[in-house]
């Protein structure tokens, strides 16, 4: 069985920084991206950001609302991904999901049915 573990989420004032950071365990798989999802109270879970790679190299995407904040990274080898988070605002509030897709799609792996494993999620609280 795989699993993805979550660490790094906090509580943080406005215009401060974290890290996040999601490692696999388990059975090992291939990944073709690894991505954050985020689900702040009374909301849908958005995509935040994913990394894809290909024997090419790596790619990745955000949503407008991070852009110029948030940094992914990942190793895809280890089938371990970070977020590094600048800048946060009271909007980024909300659970933060790891997620891995291990099959292949001719997508952006934006949307969440695209991934097949999914970590616990890490709770990220900012206060203005």
């Known amino acids: 069985q795989t699993q993805l573990v979550e660490t790094g989420g906090g509580l943080v004032q406005a215009g401060e920084s974290l890290r996040l950071s999601c490692t696999a365990s388990?059975?090992?798989?291939?990944?073709?991206?690894m991505g954050w999802f985020r689900q702040a109270p009374g909301r849908e879970r958005e995509f935040v950001a994913r990394?894809?790679?290909?024997?090419?190299?790596?790619?990745?995407d955000y949503v407008d609302s991070v852009k110029g904040r948030f940094t992914i990274s990942g190793d895809n080898a280890k089938n371990a991904v970070f977020l590094q988070m600048n800048n946060l605002n009271a909007e980024d509030t909300a659970v933060y999901y790891c997620?891995?897709?291990?099959?292949?799609?001719?997508?952006?792996?934006?949307?969440?049915?695209?991934?097949?494993?999914w970590g616990q999620g890490t709770q990220v609280t900012v206060s203005s």
């Open positions: 997620a891995a897709a291990d099959r292949w799609y001719n997508t952006m792996y934006r949307q969440s049915n695209e991934y097949n494993y």
């Open positions: 388990g059975r090992s798989f291939s990944a073709y991206a």
């Open positions: 990394i894809m790679w290909s024997v090419s190299g790596s790619w990745t």
